[in-house]
């Protein structure tokens, strides 16, 4: 039987994951910080999800998660999914909360895949997955941290994807748009294309599965992000000045 353990696993697109692969027989462990959303949302699958309350900024603490998971279980697939979004709507950066964001958005995801490999190396087999965003194409109004972590998230899995290849290990990165979660409920501004989490979740479980290097979506907005990364500079900074884009407060 194979096994999965995702990051960030109680709410939101990781809990929608998690309910996928409990759904597909998968041996599933899951953390966050906090063990009341896990009961909630698992409150009729509690028996056939390991749930582990760790907070993804701590090494050690996720370290030992993942060992206890993969020692008595396995491990197959790690799916780095925790994170937090931007919730600062003023264009002077909150330095408290854009380095809180680092360490989880960021380290989080080097944390999980460094206790992961620790069990796949040996075996050279298994598969990374990290959650990043189509906020890491361009820098985003009021999202500086945010956008920066997701780059930064794309291009360290674009390049261990080169380098752990040799080793049997597959990585994906995932991108998507906007999916409607509690992260998401904070936001004010237009969510263009906003997509079901249930309905994303199902999308992604099928790019893992294929083994995808990276999977954006939805289409049509990973297309235009991606389009829009590749205009000038100075033309990026004059589209952002139209009102509709450029939602965050003076
Ligand atoms: N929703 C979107 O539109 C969207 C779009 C692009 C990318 N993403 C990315 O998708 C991922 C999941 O987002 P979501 O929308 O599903 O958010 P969510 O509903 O807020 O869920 C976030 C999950 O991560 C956990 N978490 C947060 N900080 C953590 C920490 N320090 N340690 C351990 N667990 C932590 C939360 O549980 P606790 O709070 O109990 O710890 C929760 O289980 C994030 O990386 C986000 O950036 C989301």
Not at 56 to 72: G, M, T, W, Y
Not at 82 to 105: H, L
Not at 220 to 226: F, S
Request: aromatic content about 12%.
């Amino acid at each position: 039987m194979k096994s999965v353990f995702i990051t960030g696993g109680t709410t939101g697109i990781g809990m929608e994951l998690a309910k996928i692969y409990i759904h597909m027989g998968w041996k599933v462990g899951v953390c966050g910080r906090e063990k009341t959303k896990f009961l909630e949302n698992f409150a009729t699958d509690q028996d056939k999800v390991s749930f582990y309350q760790v907070d993804v900024s701590n090494r050690d603490q996720l370290k030992a998660a993942v060992h206890e998971f993969s020692h008595s279980i396995g491990l197959d697939l790690m799916i780095a999914n925790a994170g937090i979004g931007y919730k600062y709507k003023t264009k002077i950066p909150d330095f408290e909360y854009s380095y809180k964001m680092v360490n989880i958005n960021l380290l989080g995801v080097m944390y999980a895949f460094e206790a992961a490999l620790d069990h796949m190396i040996p075996r050279s087999k298994g598969q990374l997955v990290a959650m990043s965003s189509i906020a890491g194409y361009n820098g985003l109004p009021g999202a500086s941290a945010y956008s920066a972590t997701k780059a930064a998230v794309t291009k360290y899995c674009e390049s261990l994807t080169l380098d752990l290849r040799p080793f049997g290990i597959y990585v994906t990165t995932i991108c998507p748009g906007f999916v409607d979660t509690p992260l998401t409920k904070q936001n004010s501004h237009p969510m263009p294309f906003i997509m079901p989490a249930d309905r994303a979740a199902q999308k992604m479980v099928k790019a893992i599965t294929k083994k995808k290097m990276i999977f954006a979506t939805p289409f049509l907005m990973a297309t235009a992000v991606r389009l829009i990364s590749m205009l000038p500079r100075t033309w990026y900074r004059f589209i952002m000045t139209i009102k509709i884009f450029n939602y965050s407060k003076d």
